[in-house]
Every structure is written in structure tokens, then in C-alpha cells.
């Protein structure tokens, strides 16, 4: 079993600047591709990027690249989102998600991760 504990959630400026943090406990992660999703009230969970375990690879929506950055340390088993420039259209609850299955596609696909967190909440003022 995997546990997900997102953090640093909050307000923020438009134009601002925030790093979620994604603790994991009751297993390892080193070795397993972590995503970063977000969903806003009354739209679907939405797929932000993944970092991967080799090389510690990492892939963006579109909507967000150039503006944030997945990073891993895995002595700590954690897995950070900076995002930078927010805009209005980034608030949402961001969610972490770990895949353990080996599946290695379709890393937007929030079907094929296998452990989520709880979400911290992300909110911009203008």
C-alpha cells in the first residue's frame, strides 16, 4: 500500500508562484511514475504531468508547460509540483497519484494510477 499526502496548497496572486509538495509513506515511490492531476469544481480531473522513475523523465499538459516543473527526491519519497505564473484558470484541488501497475502509456490517463492523495487546495486571486 501506497499513502499520498499533497501540502502547500493555498492563496495565491495571480502571477504568483506555489510548490505542492507529495509525501509518500508505506512504500517506496522511487521506482514508480508519479503524476500531479487537478480538478475544478464541475469539470473532470484534469492530467498537469508525471515524472518518471528513469532518469526522472518528466511530461506536461500543454496547458501548463513552461510554467511548472515535477521534481523527486527520493531520499525524502517525495514528489513537488512548483508552479509558476498562475494564472485564473489554474485553481483547483491538485491531486498525486502514484501508478504501480507496470503500464508505461498514457501517463494522462488518471484510470491507470493506482494511489491517490487527498488534494490540497489551490486558489488565485486576480
Same mark, same amino acid.
Given at each position: 500500500?501506497?499513502?499520498?499526502? =499533497?501540502?502547500? +496548497?493555498?492563496?495565491?496572486?495571480? @502571477?504568483?508562484?506555489?510548490?505542492?509538495?507529495?509525501?509518500?509513506? #508505506? /512504500?517506496?515511490v522511487?521506482?514508480?511514475?508519479?503524476?500531479?492531476?487537478?480538478?475544478?469544481?464541475?469539470?473532470?480531473? =484534469?492530467?498537469? +504531468?508525471?515524472?518518471?522513475?528513469? @532518469?526522472?523523465?518528466?511530461?506536461?499538459?500543454?496547458?501548463?508547460? #513552461? /510554467?511548472?516543473?515535477?521534481?523527486?527526491?527520493?531520499?525524502?519519497?517525495?514528489?513537488?509540483?512548483?508552479?509558476?505564473?498562475?494564472?485564473?484558470e489554474?485553481?483547483?484541488?491538485?491531486?498525486?497519484?502514484?501508478?504501480?501497475?507496470?503500464?508505461?502509456?498514457?501517463?494522462?490517463?488518471?484510470?491507470?494510477?493506482?494511489?491517490?492523495?487527498?488534494?490540497?487546495?489551490?486558489?488565485?486571486?486576480?
Amino acid at each position: 500500500q501506497v499513502q499520498l499526502a =499533497e501540502s502547500g +496548497g493555498g492563496l495565491v496572486q495571480a @502571477g504568483g508562484s506555489l510548490r505542492l509538495s507529495c509525501a509518500a509513506s #508505506g /512504500r517506496t515511490v522511487t521506482n514508480y511514475p508519479m503524476g500531479w492531476f487537478r480538478q475544478a469544481p464541475g469539470k473532470e480531473r =484534469e492530467f498537469v +504531468g508525471v515524472i518518471r522513475w528513469i @532518469g526522472s523523465r518528466t511530461a506536461y499538459a500543454i496547458s501548463v508547460k #513552461g /510554467r511548472i516543473t515535477i521534481s523527486r527526491d527520493n531520499a525524502k519519497n517525495t514528489v513537488y509540483l512548483q508552479m509558476n505564473s498562475l494564472k485564473p484558470e489554474d485553481p483547483a484541488v491538485y491531486y498525486c497519484a502514484a501508478r504501480t501497475r507496470p503500464v508505461f502509456t498514457d501517463w494522462a490517463d488518471a484510470r491507470l494510477y493506482d494511489y491517490w492523495g487527498q488534494g490540497t487546495q489551490v486558489t488565485v486571486s486576480s
